[in-house]
């Protein structure tokens, strides 16, 4: 089997992620006070490209490396931690859509700059029945689901062959779920993260993944496997997919408060400008 490799230019994408910023902090604020990210936000993200960094070539997405989403991942952090986490967490999702079929990617990257939240935790069941799963259950902390296309719930069902129950991802459209608007946190509010609800929610047999095969990197798509980023386990992908997203907002934090330095006071002390204490 013949390789791939994506190509994708890294200067390029880190380019655009940083022309994104002045929207991500103008609107910071407004996306902790309303628990969720602003439109225009989602807007500069997708018109940055963010949202299409881990979608297939063959559907018009990147196939970006893991530097490259670190490297977008630190600079979207520098702006606004949010924003940036939620990106993250949409990359790991749609990264797992690369390991369902051929047929159910091509349904879900049919919808430009697609957005997959999910999860892997699970929280319900599914009961087999003809053609599909019925699934029922609650996954909590969605992160983006509010501005989301599509969710990966994790589900207990019975494997295939071994009519053993394990743990399943059943790939469903967020019209089906229902949104309870539980997120209220201190920190990270704009990342929406809220709880998702099926109630006897059938899910076709194609979109229904063991999730130990996911983890493995193991893709039912013949064309998926032809890529190396859809070769790789799950859990370094997700790591790389989330640690730009803190170390960006430790990067913004430091210049945040160099920027207020200058002529700042401290505290109880004789010191008029913090510059000068040793």
Same mark, same amino acid.
Request: include cysteine; glycine fraction near 8%.
């Given at each position: 089997?013949?390789?791939?490799?994506?190509?994708?230019?890294?200067?390029?994408?880190?380019?655009?992620?940083?022309?994104?910023?002045?929207?991500?902090?103008?609107?910071?604020?407004?996306?902790?006070?309303?628990?969720?990210?602003?439109?225009?936000?989602?807007?500069?993200?997708?018109?940055?490209?963010?949202?299409?960094?881990?979608?297939?070539?063959?559907?018009?997405?990147? *196939?970006?490396?893991?530097?490259?989403? &670190? /490297? %977008?991942?630190? =600079? #979207?952090?520098? @702006?606004?931690?949010?924003?940036?986490?939620?990106?993250?967490?949409?990359?790991?999702?749609?990264?797992?859509?690369?390991?369902?079929?051929?047929?159910?990617?091509? *349904?879900?990257?049919?919808?430009?700059? &697609? /957005? %997959?939240?999910? =999860? #892997?935790?699970? @929280?319900?069941?599914?009961?087999?029945?003809?053609?599909?799963?019925?699934?029922?259950?609650?996954?909590?902390?969605?992160?983006?689901?509010?501005?989301?296309?599509?969710?990966?719930?994790?589900?207990?069902?019975?494997?295939?062959?071994?009519?053993?129950?394990?743990?399943?991802?059943?790939?469903?459209?967020?019209?089906?779920?229902?949104?309870?608007?539980?997120?209220?946190?201190?920190?990270?509010?704009?990342?929406?993260?809220?709880?998702?609800?099926?109630?006897?929610?059938?899910?076709?047999?194609?979109?229904?993944?063991?999730?130990?095969?996911?983890?493995?990197?193991?893709?039912?798509?013949?064309?998926?496997?032809?890529?190396?980023?859809?070769?790789?386990?799950?859990?370094?992908?997700?790591?790389?997919?989330?640690?730009?997203?803190?170390?960006?907002?430790?990067?913004?934090?430091?210049?945040?408060?160099?920027?207020?330095?200058?002529?700042?006071?401290?505290?109880?002390?004789?010191?008029?400008?913090?510059?000068?204490?040793?």
């Amino acid at each position: 089997m013949t390789m791939r490799t994506a190509v994708v230019d890294a200067e390029d994408t880190v380019a655009r992620a940083a022309a994104a910023l002045p929207v991500l902090r103008e609107h910071a604020a407004w996306n902790e006070e309303n628990r969720r990210l602003h439109e225009e936000v989602v807007d500069a993200l997708a018109e940055a490209g963010v949202f299409r960094l881990r979608v297939p070539r063959r559907h018009g997405g990147s *196939e970006a490396s893991f530097e490259t989403l &670190v /490297r %977008v991942g630190t =600079t #979207l952090g520098s @702006g606004d931690g949010a924003a940036a986490w939620t990106a993250s967490v949409y990359w790991i999702p749609t990264w797992m859509v690369g390991q369902f079929p051929e047929q159910v990617q091509e *349904e879900v990257f049919s919808t430009p700059d &697609v /957005r %997959v939240c999910g =999860t #892997l935790s699970p @929280g319900g069941s599914g009961e087999p029945v003809d053609g599909g799963l019925r699934v029922n259950g609650q996954w909590k902390f969605i992160s983006g689901a509010l501005h989301a296309h599509w969710q990966e719930i994790i589900v207990i069902a019975p494997h295939a062959e071994s009519g053993q129950p394990e743990p399943h991802i059943a790939l469903v459209p967020m019209a089906d779920l229902r949104v309870v608007d539980d997120w209220h946190t201190s920190g990270l509010r704009g990342s929406g993260s809220v709880s998702t609800v099926a109630q006897d929610l059938f899910v076709p047999a194609e979109r229904v993944l063991p999730l130990s095969r996911v983890m493995a990197g193991d893709p039912l798509s013949p064309e998926s496997a032809l890529s190396p980023i859809y070769r790789v386990p799950l859990l370094p992908t997700a790591c790389a997919s989330s640690v730009g997203c803190v170390s960006g907002m430790a990067t913004g934090a430091r210049s945040a408060f160099l920027e207020r330095l200058p002529g700042r006071a401290i505290t109880y002390t004789s010191y008029e400008h913090q510059s000068e204490a040793p």
